[in-house]
């Protein structure tokens, strides 16, 4: 069983899912629960989803790993049930890594594991580069090191982003309507080429009724593209500052380049890479294999912090 609830952060509030009861008063203090309430040790898993996607992503997860860990499962801003950022603010990659960072505060004196997938693991792999000390392990799902690119991209990479705002500022009172849930889980499926089963429990927090349409809960301004991206020296800089383990997990169907030595796996300490069953959202397509890795490689992480 997973509990809802909202942690208030600096500037918003996120929709988190947890496998134990939230505590009203440490979370009006900014706390998801303190390592006194707990009723053991376990470490905590911190599931963080991907682009477009939302915490019931791992819902598959849930219950194979609940056993072993404390488990808590985050809705990034303008995603699932959280709050969507500003109207002046157009997501900002190193913003999700400030998010992450309260997230961890919120968690303060349990050991963290973070599980990312896609955005969320280029999220979680940015925020252990610059606090390594705060993490036991890091699982990281079709995805690696930040998006890095040449720097003599940098202005064509500026233009292709104002441009994007400009034309989302054009469709700005355009709200897609959908004639039923199944029409939502429909375009999904086709997206992501999975199964309606698959992808239900992430449908459904994705998308909201008003009267007799359908309409979907994310942010529009998600859709526009990034005005900078890290160069290949910053993004290795952060990679090779990781001090725990990191176990990638990549599906058979998957971003391919991601196996490639350049792609970020080389440049961290203690890293190992598997394939699993799947493409690029191979943990709901794999969940079996993928929760066994997870408890394989956290068996083997000796400190936990």
Not at 85 to 114: C, H, P
């Amino acid at each position: 069983m997973m509990y809802e609830c909202r942690l208030p952060l600096a500037e918003s509030e996120l929709a988190i899912m947890t496998s134990f009861p939230p505590c009203r008063e440490a979370l009006a203090q900014g706390k998801l629960v303190s390592a006194a309430e707990l009723s053991d040790q376990r470490p905590t898993l911190v599931f963080l989803h991907g682009w477009h996607d939302n915490a019931a992503s791992f819902t598959p997860l849930f219950e194979p790993l609940s056993a072993a860990f404390h488990l808590v499962s985050v809705d990034w801003p303008g995603h699932g049930l959280s709050e969507h950022r500003g109207t002046d603010n157009y997501y900002y990659f190193m913003d999700y890594v400030d998010d992450l960072a309260q997230i961890r505060q919120a968690l303060a004196g349990q050991s963290v594991i973070l599980v990312g997938h896609s955005l969320g693991a280029l999220v979680a792999a940015a925020y252990a580069g610059a606090f390594p000390e705060t993490l036991a392990g890091l699982v990281l799902i079709e995805g690696l090191a930040p998006l890095c690119e040449n720097a003599e991209l940098a202005a064509d990479r500026l233009r292709q982003g104002i441009e994007s705002r400009m034309k989302r500022r054009q469709r700005v009172s355009k709200r897609l309507k959908l004639d039923s849930f199944q029409a939502a889980l429909t375009v999904r499926c086709r997206i992501n080429g999975l199964d309606a089963e698959q992808l239900r429990p992430l449908v459904q927090r994705a998308t909201y009724r008003d009267g007799d349409h359908w309409y979907w809960r994310h942010d529009d301004k998600l859709r526009c593209d990034s005005l900078i991206r890290m160069t290949e020296m910053q993004a290795k800089t952060l990679m090779s500052g990781i001090a725990c383990p990191v176990l990638s997990v990549l599906g058979e169907r998957g971003f391919t380049y991601l196996k490639e030595p350049d792609a970020g796996l080389s440049w961290v300490p203690q890293a190992a890479q598997i394939t699993v069953p799947g493409g690029h959202h191979c943990h709901l397509e794999s969940p079996r294999q993928v929760c066994e890795q997870i408890l394989l490689f956290t068996s083997k992480i000796k400190k936990l912090v």
